[in-house]
């Protein structure tokens, strides 16, 4: 049996700038259907506990109020660890590490 990778790190809610520099570098991210995407799926280990976690999150939270979505080829999208594992000082029924990281994701063809 392999050996769990997870780490059982305090709860805190953070950002550090390295966490999201290893976040882009960890995590397979996709937009879905490629052609005419409505949501950002993401998954892999979070770079702070190895946990592992998948973040889908509809395309709509990207794009403001007069936006088209054929005119947005970029996306900033704020991710949270959502291992579901339990850390120590998470409140009660909270389950991830609390890290959350920025991803800059760029649309496919542009």
């Known amino acids: 049996m392999a050996k769990d990778p997870h780490l ?3 709860w805190s809610e953070e950002s550090p700038a390295e966490l999201n520099r290893l976040a882009a ?3 397979d ?3 879905e259907p490629a052609d005419r995407p409505v949501r950002l799926v993401v998954e892999g280990r979070c770079p702070a506990c190895r946990g592992q976690l998948r ?3 509809p ?3 990207f794009l403001g109020e007069n936006d088209e979505d054929e005119d947005i080829d970029s996306y900033r999208a704020i991710v949270w660890c959502d291992c579901r594992m339990w850390h120590r000082d998470a409140a009660d029924g909270v389950t991830g590490c ?3 990281f920025g991803l800059d994701i760029k649309a496919a063809g542009r």
Request: aromatic share 12%; hydrophobic share 45%; glycine share 6%.
């Open 59 to 61: 395309i709509e939270l």
């Open 29 to 31: 991210v996709r937009l």
């Open 55 to 57: 973040h889908v999150q």
């Open 8 to 10: 059982d790190i305090r």
């Open 98 to 100: 609390g890290r959350y």
């Open 25 to 27: 570098e960890a995590f």
